[in-house]
Structures are given as structure tokens and as C-alpha cells.
């Protein structure tokens, strides 16, 4: 693994942040146009801002996750790998249906996320 850049990391952060806050839209500021990002509720991948849009509103209509980077790193193939404290909770409710450490994988493309995997 090697050293994540600065911008790289900021970007991550922000993304993770922007998430938490269910601030949609400045998360979609950072992934292209033609994202591709994992469903990872119902599975598959979700293809397009979007599609990406639709399925966050869906998900924030059934469950309330809060997701905080742990570790970043620069896999061999040079895409981002995070390690990721993950808590989910039904919507309106304190509730905790799942607190796991998760691993995503970001690919990032002239300076957006381009492919977000989890596992």
C-alpha cells in the first residue's frame, strides 16, 4: 500500500461527511457523471448521479447509517481502499441493527470517483 494524496484523502473525507449529513447533493459533486457505486442494499450497482440520487433517497427513508473512514490507502492498482466504521440504524429510531467495520474501494478518474465497491 502507499501513501494516499492529500487531495485524494480531503475528497474521501469529504464524501464520508457529506453522507453522514445526508447532504446528497455535495456528495454527488464529487463522483462523475457516469459513476458507477455499489447498492448495497439491495444489491448490484447503481449506474449516473441519478440513479446514485435515487437510491441514497430510498435508503434514507429506511435506515439512518452514520459511516466514518478509519483508514485510507492506496491499493497496488491505485483505486482508494477504506476501512470504515459502519452503524445503522432504522429511520427515526436509536435502535441498532448493525455496527461493523466495512471495507469500500473508490476508483477515482481525472478527479472524481468514477467506482465505489464495498468488500
Do not use: C
Not at 18 to 24: E, M, P, S, V
Not at 79 to 97: C, G, L, T, Y
Not at 103 to 110: A, E, I, L, S
Amino acid at each position: 500500500m502507499s501513501a494516499v494524496p492529500d487531495d485524494v484523502t480531503q475528497r474521501i473525507t469529504r464524501l464520508y461527511a457529506g453522507f453522514n449529513a445526508r447532504d446528497i447533493e455535495s456528495v454527488l459533486a464529487e463522483l462523475s457523471d457516469d459513476v458507477v457505486w455499489a447498492n448495497g442494499m439491495e444489491g448490484g450497482h447503481v449506474t449516473g448521479r441519478q440513479q446514485v440520487r435515487a437510491y441514497w433517497t430510498r435508503q434514507f427513508e429506511q435506515v439512518s447509517s452514520t459511516v466514518e473512514p478509519e483508514r485510507i490507502e492506496t491499493a497496488p492498482d491505485g483505486s482508494i481502499k477504506v476501512q470504515v466504521h459502519q452503524v445503522v440504524r432504522p429511520a427515526n429510531s436509536d435502535e441498532i441493527i448493525s455496527d461493523t467495520t466495512v471495507r469500500h474501494r473508490f476508483t477515482v478518474t481525472n478527479g472524481l470517483i468514477s467506482r465505489f465497491d464495498i468488500g
